[in-house]
């Protein structure tokens, strides 16, 4: 079975590799320049151009025929997209499928609706390698990816509102005032793929702390280390490697925490210093 996922699946060399997934590509406009979200967009420059950017910052999904192409190689396919309520890439996929069982009928794919994005998605990609590794079918890993859908929790903490005000995300009034009382906000999925507020705190360490006290009201009562969490960071390591030792400190139930750096796509949104966890 082949997995696919778009872009915004955070997937370091290293995760590539381990979960042996293609990736399609979306592309980002700043100023007139296209950004290919192919793993070559230099993260810290490309950070630089999105901050000296005026106009909002735009992106456009996989095109339909490139999801076909990989969607009709050899073997059985499990597509992870992106929220359909952030993005058109979860419906591109679905075209794609159409397309691509049109030459390949009797083909099994199936193309999940993450629900989330950056962290989730790497979350999901994991858990399908596993189950596929595990020898599951390919109906029990749609069973089990999809249920886990419907409880995987994705929290972030956004150290600047700046690309979420031009991109219309956030008001002008909520930055302003945030940013003069240096307020941090906590935000999360809200169930169905689309983003909410769940708090707010003086300054990124206090917010940071309170996403990681969510998780574990979360993931409280579960097994100790029987749960795991995948940590995306925009051009922040030091930062991830302290809410990996606050998350070790305070969540006995995670075990394994997967960290990697956001790709272009996710950094347009978790700007420089976001932080991204799924679990």
């Given at each position: 079975m082949n997995i696919l996922v778009d872009s915004c699946c955070d997937l370091s060399p290293e995760l590539l590799k381990r979960t042996g997934a293609s990736v399609a590509p979306l592309t980002i406009t700043l100023d007139g320049v296209d950004y290919l979200d192919d793993g070559s967009v230099d993260i810290p420059s490309y950070i630089e151009a999105m901050r000296a950017c005026k106009s909002p910052a735009?992106?456009?999904?996989?095109?339909?025929?490139?999801?076909?192409?990989?969607?009709?190689?050899?073997?059985?396919?499990?597509?992870?997209?992106?929220?359909?309520?952030?993005?058109?890439?979860?419906?591109?996929?679905?075209?794609?499928?159409d397309m691509a069982l049109e030459s390949v009928p009797g083909k099994r794919i199936h193309v999940f609706d993450s629900e989330s994005a950056s962290a989730g998605e790497t979350y999901l990609a994991l858990m399908l390698r596993d189950l596929i590794d595990a020898g599951k079918s390919f109906d029990e890993i749609v069973s089990a990816v999809?249920?886990?859908?419907?409880?995987?929790?994705?929290?972030?903490?956004?150290?600047?509102?700046?690309?979420?005000?031009?991109?219309?995300?956030?008001?002008?009034?909520?930055?302003?005032?945030?940013?003069?009382?240096?307020?941090?906000?906590?935000?999360?999925?809200?169930?169905?793929?689309?983003?909410?507020?769940?708090?707010?705190?003086?300054g990124i360490k206090a917010a940071l702390a309170q996403m990681v006290d969510t998780c574990r009201k979360h993931t409280e009562g579960l097994a100790a280390g029987s749960q795991r969490l995948v940590l995306s960071y925009c051009n922040c390591l030091e930062r991830a490697k302290q809410v990996q030792q606050l998350i070790r400190e305070t969540c006995p139930a995670i075990g394994e925490i997967v960290m990697t750096p956001t790709s272009a796509l996710s950094s347009m949104y978790a700007y420089d210093g976001g932080i991204v966890i799924a679990y």
């Open positions: 735009r992106s456009a999904c996989p095109a339909v025929t490139l999801y076909a192409q990989e969607m009709e190689r050899d073997g059985d396919c499990l597509v992870v997209t992106l929220s359909s309520k952030l993005s058109g890439s979860h419906n591109a996929a679905l075209i794609g499928r999809e249920e886990k859908i419907r409880s995987l929790h994705t929290l972030f903490v956004l150290d600047s509102l700046d690309n979420l005000v031009k991109n219309g995300r956030v008001s002008r009034a909520v930055a302003l005032i945030a940013g003069v009382l240096s307020i941090r906000l906590v935000m999360s999925d809200d169930g169905s793929g689309a983003i909410k507020q769940i708090g707010k705190a003086r």
